[in-house]
């Protein structure tokens, strides 16, 4: 879509205190940009408008020369709430890497191929996956988190030297990096990453549990018993909130038990985690890939705490995620990779299947950016 020069303006990023919005422009032009009393000014080709310094659980006004309001660009929207107490920890997440990945917008099926545009880098270029982790990398190093979660996806089809391109390139965040394998991590080697979850990243105030969701060799998902009894006893035993990670989302408990095979976590093995989330005040979230969308859910059996879905970060909208943990609760804050050479393949790739991919992928803003108290 695009308003005049204005191309694809989007109120991206909101936090108690800041809100970011994206767009691009033909040239170099110069747009300003203003929320509330706030005014910045960018030049193109690609526009990342950040202002801060604003108060939290507030009402802004939002304009951009030149760009009409719609449902990705609000007139007006809500600050998040600042969670109570102290702030804690900071976390941030990436999932659906894909290194070694050569085509973007296949989705294995040659009807649904067909639906097109495919993308590939062009000659000369660096690989796609390689330029967008380059840039997430970067803008999580100047975050500084405490600990960094993979969720799975880390690779194409598994092969040993995309892993080891993944471990070079997030390895250069430290023993702070922490990763769990996905359904593409175990289409050749079945025992790539197997057995390294589950497992617990011990934070100031907060513990993270780290789940493996695979089945080798397929793309749906599971959580063993042992997982699930391993979770149940934690969250029976631990004494700070848990976060928990996996690859898979689980399926929507609410819906009527499907027949056939479903493409996330199976809905025996779901109904069974979210009866541990039930039972456990301590479980404060599951935060999933897969499905390359910002998706949040909440049911009542399970406490209404959320169950969250991020986009992915190899095409748009070159997602990653970041959470502050305070001592009353978090915020969630989904993060568009800003990199110029990382928006110019976002822009291009939101036109994936026949153009619908930008709403599937990117959400509603409260589902990715969102407040909630322990």
């Given at each position: 879509?695009?308003?005049?020069?204005?191309?694809?303006?989007?109120?991206?990023?909101?936090?108690?205190?800041?809100?970011?919005?994206?767009?691009?422009?033909?040239?170099?032009?110069?747009?300003?940009?203003?929320?509330?009393?706030?005014?910045?000014?960018?030049?193109?080709?690609?526009?990342?408008?950040?202002?801060?310094?604003?108060?939290?659980?507030?009402?802004?006004?939002?304009?951009?020369?030149?760009?009409?309001?719609?449902?990705?660009?609000?007139?007006?929207?809500?600050?998040?709430?600042?969670?109570?107490?102290?702030?804690?920890?900071?976390?941030?997440?990436?999932?659906?890497?894909?290194?070694?990945?050569?085509?973007?917008?296949?989705?294995?099926?040659?009807?649904?191929?067909?639906?097109?545009?495919?993308?590939?880098?062009?000659?000369?270029?660096?690989?796609?996956?390689?330029?967008?982790?380059?840039?997430?990398?970067?803008?999580?190093?100047?975050?500084?988190?405490?600990?960094?979660?993979?969720?799975?996806?880390?690779?194409?089809?598994?092969?040993?030297?995309?892993?080891?391109?993944?471990?070079?390139?997030?390895?250069?965040?430290?023993?702070?990096?922490?990763?769990?394998?996905?359904?593409?991590?175990?289409?050749?080697?079945?025992?790539?990453?197997?057995?390294?979850?589950?497992?617990?990243?011990?934070?100031?105030?907060?513990?993270?549990?780290?789940?493996?969701?695979?089945?080798?060799?397929?793309?749906?998902?599971?959580?063993?018993?042992?997982?699930?009894?391993?979770?149940?006893?934690?969250?029976?035993?631990?004494?700070?909130?848990?976060?928990?990670?996996?690859?898979?989302?689980?399926?929507?408990?609410?819906?009527?038990?499907?027949?056939?095979?479903?493409?996330?976590?199976?809905?025996?093995?779901?109904?069974?985690?979210?009866?541990?989330?039930g039972r456990h005040e301590s479980i404060a979230g599951?935060?999933?890939?897969?499905?390359?969308?910002?998706?949040?859910?909440?049911?009542?059996?399970?406490?209404?705490?959320?169950?969250?879905?991020?986009?992915?970060?190899?095409?748009?909208?070159?997602?990653?995620?970041?959470?502050?943990?305070?001592?009353?609760?978090?915020?969630?804050?989904?993060?568009?990779?800003?990199?110029?050479?990382?928006?110019?393949?976002?822009?291009?790739?939101?036109?994936?299947?026949?153009?619908?991919?930008?709403?599937?992928?990117?959400?509603?803003?409260?589902?990715?950016?969102?407040?909630?108290?322990?």
């Amino acid at each position: 879509m695009n308003i005049g020069n204005i191309g694809n303006a989007e109120l991206m990023t909101i936090g108690p205190d800041e809100a970011v919005v994206t767009f691009s422009t033909e040239g170099d032009e110069r747009v300003a940009s203003r929320i509330g009393s706030h005014e910045v000014t960018t030049v193109g080709p690609y526009h990342v408008a950040r202002v801060t310094g604003l108060e939290p659980g507030t009402e802004y006004e939002l304009e951009v020369d030149g760009a009409s309001h719609d449902h990705c660009l609000p007139a007006t929207f809500m600050t998040l709430e600042r969670p109570p107490g102290r702030l804690l920890t900071t976390i941030a997440t990436a999932n659906d890497v894909h290194f070694g990945e050569i085509e973007c917008g296949r989705v294995g099926d040659v009807l649904e191929d067909e639906i097109g545009p495919i993308f590939r880098s062009e000659a000369g270029e660096p690989p796609y996956p390689e330029t967008m982790n380059r840039a997430v990398i970067a803008e999580m190093e100047a975050l500084d988190p405490d600990a960094v979660i993979l969720k799975g996806d880390l690779t194409n089809v598994g092969a040993e030297d995309e892993f080891q391109a993944f471990l070079d390139a997030y390895g250069q965040l430290g023993p702070r990096m922490h990763w769990v394998r996905g359904n593409h991590d175990a289409m050749t080697d079945p025992t790539l990453g197997a057995g390294k979850a589950p497992y617990t990243v011990e934070l100031d105030g907060v513990t993270l549990a780290v789940l493996d969701t695979v089945i080798p060799g397929i793309d749906r998902g599971q959580l063993s018993t042992n997982q699930i009894q391993w979770l149940d006893d934690l969250a029976r035993s631990s004494t700070a909130p848990i976060l928990v990670f996996g690859h898979h989302h689980i399926w929507n408990l609410e819906a009527g038990y499907p027949g056939g095979e479903y493409f996330g976590v199976n809905p025996a093995d779901s109904i069974a985690f979210a009866e541990v989330v039930g039972r456990h005040e301590s479980i404060a979230g599951y935060f999933a890939g897969h499905t390359h969308r910002n998706r949040v859910r909440q049911f009542a059996g399970a406490r209404h705490v959320p169950f969250c879905e991020i986009a992915c970060t190899k095409d748009y909208p070159g997602a990653w995620a970041e959470y502050w943990v305070y001592e009353g609760g978090y915020t969630q804050a989904v993060r568009r990779v800003v990199a110029p050479e990382a928006m110019a393949w976002s822009e291009k790739t939101r036109h994936m299947f026949a153009g619908l991919y930008r709403d599937y992928a990117l959400g509603p803003l409260e589902h990715r950016c969102f407040t909630y108290r322990f």
